[in-house]
């Protein structure tokens, strides 16, 4: 079993920056690839970002390309998403993913103009 608890969300204007943060519990972190999704008010659940178990290799989808980064820090057991010149349309709840089936509960980023 892991549990993951999302931190970092919260408003910001339109072409600032937020960090979130994704912390495990229970089980290492580093034994799972690790996803980032959103979901967006009527929308559904997309995916944002990918980083791997081995060799930390990531994917991003090409809403956020370039503007996002997704890191791990193992000591801490801890992934983090990195988000940069934030836009109106990347307000939505973030989750984070541990493999296909650990789900934290969510937290909001809210960007405003």
């Known amino acids: 079993q892991v549990q993951l608890v999302e931190s970092g969300g919260g408003l910001v204007q339109a072409g600032g920056s937020l960090r979130l943060s994704c912390a495990a519990s229970?089980?290492?972190?580093?034994?799972?690839?690790v996803y980032w999704f959103r979901q967006a008010p009527g929308k559904e659940r997309e995916f944002v970002a990918l980083?791997?178990?081995?060799?930390?290799?990531?994917n991003y989808s090409n809403s956020v390309k370039g503007r996002f980064t997704i890191s791990r820090d193992n000591a801490e057991n801890t992934v983090y998403l990195q988000m940069n010149s934030l836009k109106l349309e990347d307000t939505a709840v973030y989750y984070c993913r541990a493999g296909r089936e650990y789900w934290g509960q969510g937290t909001q980023v809210t960007v405003s103009s």
């Open positions: 980083i791997t178990r081995s060799k930390g290799l990531t």
């Open positions: 229970g089980r290492t972190l580093s034994a799972y690839d």
